[in-house]
């Protein structure tokens, strides 16, 4: 069964929908509440959903807008259920981000960022360049500041974000990232595996990570 996605205005988001967003996470490591999600249809615009027929298979709270006349599309919380196809339903939330930032932004290049505490969920950026940060690359001051600027937005405080790993330190609170795991997390790369290695994912930790979509590249999604 194909997958399907829709975006939406966060405003058109009903209770018995955020009841559905709860129960796809309840039982993982990020167990979203109602009232978590609730609050996340007051930070974000879009809610972008992916189902199999009638039922939820994941979803992303986004932003689509301009930083410093940079285009970016900002990833909020989510969740992609853990079925066999979960790669897929990942893939499908993508790809409509980069469908609506063609849309938007066409001819120019454009950054995406997420907040993760997994290192599955670099899997987002699979079509993407020049992801920050990766192993064995040392973060230039500007990249560093699309960290910060990140986190600015994510609202988290100066004080509990360190630019040069971009991990943010939680403070024992549900932490607003893309839930995300790997149908088989042996095959993670260990430099993903140790990047993500020193979150406390029971405090709260998490990691911000961002990657350009290139002109060209978004072109393929514009139909």
């Given at each position: 069964m194909a997958v399907e996605v829709e975006s939406r205005d966060c405003t058109a988001v009903s209770d018995a929908e955020l009841e559905a967003m709860a129960d796809l996470c309840a039982d993982g490591?990020?167990?979203?509440t109602v009232g978590f999600l609730s609050k996340q249809t007051e930070l974000w615009v879009l809610l972008t959903e992916a189902r199999e027929?009638?039922?939820?298979?994941?979803?992303?709270?986004?932003?689509?807008?301009?930083?410093?006349?940079?285009?970016v599309v900002i990833l909020g919380a989510g969740s992609v259920a853990r079925t066999a196809r979960r790669g897929t339903v990942l893939q499908a939330l993508v790809a409509e981000q980069?469908?609506?930032?063609?849309?938007?932004?066409?001819?120019?290049?454009?950054?995406?960022?997420?907040?993760?505490?997994?290192?599955a969920t670099f899997e987002v950026f699979k079509v993407l360049t020049k992801v920050?940060?990766?192993?064995g690359h040392d973060a230039n001051g500007e990249?560093?500041?699309?960290?910060r600027r990140l986190a600015k937005r994510y609202g988290i405080g100066t004080s509990n974000y360190d630019a040069r790993s971009f991990t943010a330190t939680g403070d024992g609170g549900?932490?607003?990232?893309?839930?995300?795991?790997?149908?088989?997390p042996e095959r993670i790369p260990a430099a993903l595996v140790e990047l993500a290695a020193p979150l406390d994912r029971r405090r709260g930790d998490s990691l911000i990570?961002?990657?350009?979509?290139?002109?060209?590249r978004l072109q393929r999604y514009g139909d």
């Amino acid at each position: 069964m194909a997958v399907e996605v829709e975006s939406r205005d966060c405003t058109a988001v009903s209770d018995a929908e955020l009841e559905a967003m709860a129960d796809l996470c309840a039982d993982g490591p990020n167990p979203f509440t109602v009232g978590f999600l609730s609050k996340q249809t007051e930070l974000w615009v879009l809610l972008t959903e992916a189902r199999e027929g009638s039922r939820l298979r994941g979803y992303v709270f986004s932003t689509l807008e301009r930083i410093g006349g940079t285009p970016v599309v900002i990833l909020g919380a989510g969740s992609v259920a853990r079925t066999a196809r979960r790669g897929t339903v990942l893939q499908a939330l993508v790809a409509e981000q980069l469908h609506r930032a063609v849309m938007a932004f066409p001819d120019e290049d454009v950054l995406l960022g997420v907040r993760m505490n997994d290192p599955a969920t670099f899997e987002v950026f699979k079509v993407l360049t020049k992801v920050i940060p990766r192993p064995g690359h040392d973060a230039n001051g500007e990249e560093r500041a699309w960290g910060r600027r990140l986190a600015k937005r994510y609202g988290i405080g100066t004080s509990n974000y360190d630019a040069r790993s971009f991990t943010a330190t939680g403070d024992g609170g549900q932490p607003a990232v893309l839930d995300y795991e790997a149908l088989r997390p042996e095959r993670i790369p260990a430099a993903l595996v140790e990047l993500a290695a020193p979150l406390d994912r029971r405090r709260g930790d998490s990691l911000i990570a961002v990657a350009w979509a290139t002109a060209g590249r978004l072109q393929r999604y514009g139909d």
